[in-house]
């Protein structure tokens, strides 16, 4: 990254920038916050544990690689670029982030970025191919994949997280898009990992 700022370049709207490890104190502490790939730290912990288990037991170890995928990506500044020419859906869709949690209304984000909000739908159609709406959704709902990835929360706590007014309302519109239910789909990623 500081090769790219010393060149003049700026990250993430020249270059997108991805490290790995997510360590928050080098990743949020550098002239743009790095973006980082997440390991599978209980993963890898448990392949090794398996294999120390059958070295332990007498049993020769199999020479094979295990590919471990990593869990995730944790979006900072330096790859939070959003890939279009148009700056006021870039900075729409930077305000759509920054308020995920709320109760945001479209018309609220136009008037924020001083247009009317059928000019904000006619640029998000011709840079994104959606709406300003269908981009909140998707932005809420990848917040809440994240979520359901990641940890325990239960579906109402990750509702409120994520900006749906409530956990009937997120588990409606997640099955929608990913063919199930959230609590089936962190089941499905859980044995995934098992």
Wanted: charged fraction near 25%; glycine fraction near 6%; aromatic fraction near 4%.
């Amino acid at each position: 990254m500081t090769n790219c700022l010393e060149a003049g370049y700026r990250v993430p709207k020249d270059f997108a920038i991805l490290g790995v490890d997510n360590n928050p104190l080098i990743c949020e502490h550098l002239p743009v916050s790095l973006s980082s790939i997440n390991h599978d730290h209980e993963r890898i912990g448990y392949e090794g544990a398996l294999l120390l288990n059958q070295i332990m037991a007498g049993k020769k170890p199999v020479n094979s690689i295990v590919t471990i995928e990593p869990a995730g990506v944790t979006l900072r500044a330096s790859s939070d670029a959003l890939a279009t020419g148009d700056p006021l859906v870039r900075k729409a869709v930077s305000c759509l982030q920054e308020h995920l949690r709320e109760r945001l209304s479209i018309p609220d984000v136009a008037a924020a970025l001083g247009i009317s909000r059928r000019t904000l739908e006619m640029r998000f159609e011709n840079a994104l191919g959606c709406s300003p709406h269908s981009k909140l959704v998707e932005l809420r709902l990848l917040r809440a994949e994240t979520l359901l990835t990641d940890g325990r929360k239960p579906v109402e706590e990750i509702a409120a997280l994520c900006g749906f007014c409530h956990g009937p309302h997120l588990s409606r519109v997640f099955k929608q898009t990913y063919g199930m239910p959230p609590l089936a789909y962190r089941k499905t990623k859980q044995s995934a990992f098992e």
